[in-house]
């Protein structure tokens, strides 16, 4: 299958500052990626959708002004998340959706990335 | 707004043994996908079903997708340790691509 690699794996953060996550497609472009966040032992919740050359889409009750998101190119999004509180401490995931010119249209996660904020 | 309903949420079983998770919505999907979580990691592409009434099969693992693309099924055949994890189901929608998850099912795998 696809391959999306997300960086850093892991951060640790003091309150107030604020940490970027990137998200590549290494084998195929993908113009709509999208972002995810997950409690322990939960399903992922979807934060927003990131859209190459426009504007993302963010899910009701997720702060665009504290989660931004940024899709450069057709194979990186960056989630940034904006002086950090400890709240904000989670799993966040991406993943990359491959249109792979076929009837199947799949979504290939990356490996996410462990926040956690002091 | 759509909804999947994934159950069981937690299984503990022998191995050996057959289980069966389920996924129902009142919604259509374009497309359906399972995945596996391990813990810290990424979900984990299963397989994708986008055919009404199409079964697919990987190894000891059998998906299932309902004639009307409303509901979806996993079944594994003779658990092994191995199988231990999080399975997701995720509904797809035809319009904008975004994905509707179930709640998940933690199975366990006993030696």
């Known amino acids: 299958g696809a391959v999306v690699s997300q960086h850093p794996s892991r951060v640790i953060c003091k309150s107030g500052t604020s940490v970027k996550i990137e998200c590549r497609s290494l084998?195929?472009?993908?113009?709509?990626m999208f972002w995810y966040r997950q409690f322990p032992k939960k399903s992922l919740m979807l934060m927003a959708t990131?859209?190459?050359?426009?504007?993302?889409?963010?899910e009701q009750g997720v702060e665009k002004d504290k989660f931004l998101i940024n899709h450069a190119s057709l194979t990186l999004s960056t989630l940034t998340v904006t002086s950090a509180h400890p709240e904000d401490s989670s799993f966040y995931i991406c993943s990359a959706r491959d249109l792979g010119g076929g009837q199947e249209d799949t979504q290939y996660f990356g490996p996410g990335t462990r926040l956690t904020v002091l | 707004t759509q909804l999947l309903e994934q159950s069981p949420q937690f299984l503990s079983i022998q191995e050996g043994e057959n289980l069966t998770v389920y996924c129902n919505s009142s919604?259509?999907?374009?497309?359906l996908q399972w995945y596996r979580q391990e813990p810290g990691e990424g979900p984990v592409l299963l397989v994708t079903?986008?055919?009404?009434?199409e079964v697919k099969k990987l190894k000891r693992l059998t998906f299932q997708f309902g004639d009307a693309r409303k509901d979806s099924s996993l079944h594994i055949t003779a658990a092994q340790t191995g199988d231990t994890g999080l399975y997701l189901c995720a509904g797809a929608s035809s319009n904008t691509g975004k994905l509707i998850f179930g709640q998940g099912t933690t199975l366990q795998v006993k030696p």
């Open positions: 990131s859209n190459e050359g426009s504007k993302a889409t963010y």
């Open positions: 919604s259509v999907f374009s497309s």
């Open positions: 079903v986008v055919t009404g009434g």
């Open positions: 084998d195929f472009q993908a113009t709509t």
